[in-house]
């Protein structure tokens, strides 16, 4: 069937566009509706024969023309190479001929340095007939490469902050350690404040057990009798001396083997680990650890009740799983206004490792109780609650493939269940 | 008065040796104390909870308690606090694992003595209290010293105690004669009783001693007669 070759004028076509759609059952008025169809499409559509001439273009091509050879204003178009020598190559034509369609994308220079991106397709629609509809994806494509701009640079930022997060993390320890860097004073101050008086004790004993000596050594070379040691031994206090110096040093033995203990503790729970430092580790001493370090902050107004259970080596990252025992650990004491009694209690279940830290303390409100986690949530006084305890917390299980979870009652306690894997997926 | 010792100052009561009183929760901090103390030759009693060293009947005492600030239980600010209504000048000196400088200015408002740190040093720690238990004897005598002259003025009639306070104002007998209306002789017969009564070795012993009793003596409206 022809079809008209002449290029309606743009203002027709938009009349045509416009027009009522008439009824599709005659054959004439269904041309007439394909036609319309076509004349609406926003996409540039146009017809040509093997020698390239245009029998038709819609409104949509007519603008696209302009665009692409914006000096040859309204001059009329005839053969595609007018509207651009590099819109249909000899190349792609061939291909359509040979499979029947082509698509691609053409680049046009369209002056003073600009470029048009098109996404071309071409169909034979007859023999000598091809059509070719034109979309202008100039603005996409540039869309596309700022997505992918953008993209990389989400990816640099993203990156910063998996690095600015493990600062926090390292920080956050690094505070937490200074927090309990007072108690850990005291808890050393005390047995080193007793070592150090009864160094200076024993330096006096001393002193007295010589001038002791030297007395007999006289008493000796003068020949005296029982008498005369016995005055010595009373005048310098000997009985008392030789039953207080083993005790002294007995005592003394004790607090420096505490001295050493919490050190070793502090080393155990503050080692730097690297990501890639898993090891399959004793939960038990990591909790036994933690709870030492923090002793001194508890000691006054909680009870500590264990029930370990019998549980396997874990694989996890020991001093980080020390900071979540600890965080939670200080909020079970912290929330304790009096005295009370925290539980640690440990078990298998479902072939994931269970630590249970629960508190009699002042317990968390409903409304509260799902902000817990949220970095920087804190219901404590300025100054003494950053507010990621919990969420860092919840990030290492999370490291750990593990879960945490809090449930409460206010006025009567918060229990915090932590589940980790025994072994780390593949 | 060279070579004469005011009587007044004589008759202050014999104090009872200085306590020191230890309370520390740990034990071998307490035995590291008292060997301290006591082989400076003073005598130690070491308590192991605030609550055990409240208990000890009769805390008004000369001495000194060497107080653990950090204890489980009652802590050593509230028993500070506790001591403080029952032996006000019995001084505290605290002891603490970490100096917390909110803790040291709560101890010290509240009237502590001192406030020392752990780890320290023998000697320092023996030196600040032997002169709190000094500070203290030196007050609980003046204190002690205050009450018997208060007692003893007490002890003068209405019109004695006039007389009194115009000594202490600096007049001759003839200027309180001519104040108070009275003979010479009179006033002279009154100032020889106060003298008597107050046990005062002289003039200026007396003066001193009314002045360190402060509010004017509470006239005995129940005293002897007047001359
Ligand atoms: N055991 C608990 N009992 C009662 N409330 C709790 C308990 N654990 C956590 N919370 C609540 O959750 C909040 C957040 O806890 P999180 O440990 O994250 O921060 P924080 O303790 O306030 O501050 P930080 O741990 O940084 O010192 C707390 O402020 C508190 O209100
Ligand atoms: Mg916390």
Request: net charge negative; hydrophobic share 45%.
């Given at each position: 069937?022809?079809?008209?070759?002449?290029?309606?004028?743009?203002?027709?076509?938009?009349?045509?566009?416009?027009?009522?759609?008439?009824?599709?059952?005659?054959?004439?008025?269904?041309?007439?509706?394909?036609?319309?169809?076509?004349?609406?499409?926003?996409?540039?559509?146009?017809?040509?024969?093997?020698?390239?001439?245009?029998?038709?273009?819609?409104?949509?091509?007519?603008?696209?023309?302009?665009?692409?050879?914006?000096?040859?204003?309204?001059?009329?178009?005839?053969?595609?190479?007018?509207?651009?020598?590099?819109?249909?190559?000899?190349?792609?034509?061939?291909?359509?001929?040979?499979?029947?369609?082509?698509?691609?994308?053409?680049?046009?220079?369209?002056?003073?340095?600009?470029?048009?991106?098109?996404?071309?397709?071409?169909?034979?629609?007859?023999?000598?007939?091809?059509?070719?509809?034109?979309?202008?994806?100039?603005?996409?494509?540039?869309?596309?490469?700022?997505?992918?701009?953008?993209?990389?640079?989400?990816?640099?930022?993203?990156?910063?902050?998996?690095?600015?997060?493990?600062?926090?993390?390292?920080?956050?320890?690094?505070?937490?350690?200074?927090?309990?860097?007072?108690?850990?004073?005291?808890?050393?101050?005390?047995?080193?404040?007793?070592?150090?008086?009864?160094?200076?004790?024993?330096?006096?004993?001393?002193?007295?057990?010589?001038?002791?000596?030297?007395?007999?050594?006289?008493?000796?070379?003068?020949?005296?009798?029982?008498?005369?040691?016995?005055?010595?031994?009373?005048?310098?206090?000997?009985?008392?001396?030789?039953?207080?110096?083993?005790?002294?040093?007995?005592?003394?033995?004790?607090?420096?083997?505490?001295?050493?203990?919490?050190?070793?503790?502090?080393?155990?729970?503050?080692?730097?680990?690297?990501?890639?430092?898993?090891?399959?580790?004793?939960?038990?001493?990591?909790?036994?650890?933690?709870?030492?370090?923090?002793?001194?902050?508890?000691?006054?107004?909680?009870?500590?009740?264990?029930?370990?259970?019998?549980?396997?080596?874990?694989?996890?990252?020991?001093?980080?799983?020390?900071?979540?025992?600890?965080?939670?650990?200080?909020?079970?004491?912290?929330?304790?206004?009096?005295?009370?009694?925290?539980?640690?209690?440990?078990?298998?279940?479902?072939?994931?490792?269970?630590?249970?830290?629960?508190?009699?303390?002042?317990?968390?409100?409903?409304?509260?109780?799902?902000?817990?986690?949220?970095?920087?949530?804190?219901?404590?006084?300025?100054?003494?609650?950053?507010?990621?305890?919990?969420?860092?917390?919840?990030?290492?299980?999370?490291?750990?493939?593990?879960?945490?979870?809090?449930?409460?009652?206010?006025?009567?306690?918060?229990?915090?269940?932590?589940?980790?894997?025994?072994?780390?997926?593949? | 008065?060279?070579?004469?010792?005011?009587?007044?100052?004589?008759?202050?009561?014999?104090?009872?040796?200085?306590?020191?009183?230890?309370?520390?929760?740990?034990?071998?901090?307490?035995?590291?104390?008292?060997?301290?103390?006591?082989?400076?030759?003073?005598?130690?009693?070491?308590?192991?909870?605030?609550?055990?060293?409240?208990?000890r009947p009769g805390l008004d005492v000369p001495g000194c308690v060497v107080l653990d600030v950090?204890?489980?239980?009652?802590?050593?600010?509230?028993?500070?606090?506790?001591?403080?209504?029952?032996?006000?000048?019995?001084?505290?000196?605290?002891?603490?694992?970490?100096?917390?400088?909110?803790?040291?200015?709560?101890?010290?408002r509240a009237g502590a003595a001192d406030f020392v740190e752990k780890p320290f040093d023998n000697?320092?720690?023996?030196?600040?209290?032997?002169?709190?238990?000094?500070?203290?004897?030196?007050?609980?005598?003046?204190?002690?010293?205050?009450?018997?002259?208060?007692?003893?003025?007490?002890?003068?009639?209405?019109?004695?105690?006039?007389?009194?306070?115009?000594?202490?104002?600096?007049?001759?007998?003839?200027?309180?004669?001519?104040?108070?209306?009275?003979?010479?002789?009179?006033?002279?017969?009154?100032?020889?009783?106060?003298?008597?009564?107050?046990?005062?070795?002289?003039?200026?012993?007396?003066?001193?001693?009314?002045?360190?009793?402060?509010?004017?003596a509470p006239a005995r409206r129940d005293g002897g007669a007047d001359t």
């Amino acid at each position: 069937m022809p079809i008209a070759i002449a290029c309606p004028a743009p203002t027709g076509a938009a009349k045509g566009g416009v027009r009522a759609a008439p009824a599709l059952d005659a054959g004439d008025t269904m041309e007439a509706t394909l036609r319309a169809l076509v004349d609406a499409t926003p996409t540039a559509t146009l017809l040509f024969d093997a020698g390239q001439r245009v029998h038709y273009a819609n409104p949509a091509a007519r603008v696209l023309a302009r665009l692409c050879a914006p000096e040859k204003g309204d001059r009329p178009l005839e053969r595609v190479a007018d509207w651009h020598p590099e819109l249909l190559s000899t190349g792609a034509l061939h291909l359509c001929s040979l499979h029947g369609s082509w698509s691609g994308e053409v680049i046009l220079g369209i002056g003073r340095g600009q470029h048009k991106i098109l996404l071309v397709h071409l169909s034979r629609i007859g023999p000598e007939r091809f059509g070719m509809t034109v979309r202008d994806i100039t603005q996409e494509s540039v869309r596309e490469s700022e997505l992918h701009a953008r993209n990389a640079e989400l990816e640099v930022a993203y990156e910063k902050l998996q690095g600015a997060q493990e600062q926090v993390m390292q920080s956050e320890k690094l505070a937490s350690i200074g927090q309990l860097a007072a108690g850990v004073a005291h808890e050393i101050n005390n047995p080193i404040g007793y070592v150090n008086s009864n160094l200076s004790t024993l330096q006096r004993y001393i002193s007295q057990l010589f001038s002791a000596i030297q007395s007999y050594e006289a008493a000796l070379a003068e020949g005296a009798g029982p008498a005369a040691t016995d005055a010595i031994r009373q005048k310098l206090d000997l009985d008392f001396l030789v039953a207080d110096v083993p005790q002294l040093l007995s005592e003394s033995r004790e607090g420096i083997d505490r001295v050493c203990k919490i050190v070793r503790d502090l080393k155990d729970f503050a080692r730097k680990e690297r990501s890639e430092d898993w090891v399959k580790a004793d939960i038990h001493r990591g909790l036994d650890s933690t709870l030492n370090i923090i002793w001194n902050e508890l000691k006054y107004k909680a009870q500590i009740v264990r029930t370990f259970g019998d549980l396997p080596p874990v694989e996890c990252l020991p001093s980080e799983l020390n900071q979540v025992f600890m965080n939670v650990l200080m909020n079970a004491g912290q929330a304790i206004k009096d005295q009370g009694i925290i539980t640690v209690t440990t078990s298998v279940a479902g072939g994931r490792v269970r630590i249970d830290i629960g508190d009699d303390g002042e317990g968390i409100p409903a409304d509260v109780l799902p902000r817990v986690f949220d970095p920087f949530f804190t219901t404590k006084p300025v100054g003494s609650g950053t507010g990621l305890g919990l969420a860092i917390s919840y990030g290492i299980v999370s490291k750990h493939h593990g879960t945490i979870d809090v449930s409460s009652t206010p006025g009567q306690g918060t229990l915090l269940r932590i589940e980790l894997p025994i072994e780390q997926p593949r | 008065m060279p070579g004469h010792a005011p009587g007044s100052e004589m008759d202050a009561a014999v104090e009872a040796a200085p306590i020191v009183f230890v309370v520390d929760d740990e034990e071998h901090m307490g035995t590291a104390l008292r060997r301290l103390f006591v082989s400076a030759g003073l005598a130690t009693e070491v308590y192991a909870t605030g609550e055990a060293f409240l208990a000890r009947p009769g805390l008004d005492v000369p001495g000194c308690v060497v107080l653990d600030v950090g204890m489980p239980g009652m802590g050593g600010l509230e028993v500070q606090a506790r001591l403080h209504e029952r032996a006000p000048d019995l001084p505290v000196i605290f002891l603490t694992g970490a100096a917390e400088v909110h803790v040291a200015v709560t101890a010290m408002r509240a009237g502590a003595a001192d406030f020392v740190e752990k780890p320290f040093d023998n000697e320092d720690l023996l030196r600040r209290v032997q002169a709190a238990i000094a500070r203290q004897a030196a007050l609980r005598e003046a204190a002690l010293r205050r009450r018997e002259f208060a007692r003893r003025l007490a002890t003068l009639t209405p019109r004695e105690g006039e007389v009194l306070e115009w000594i202490v104002a600096g007049k001759t007998s003839k200027e309180i004669a001519r104040a108070l209306g009275g003979s010479h002789r009179t006033i002279e017969i009154h100032r020889g009783r106060i003298m008597e009564k107050t046990a005062a070795a002289s003039l200026a012993d007396l003066i001193r001693m009314r002045l360190l009793v402060g509010a004017p003596a509470p006239a005995r409206r129940d005293g002897g007669a007047d001359t």
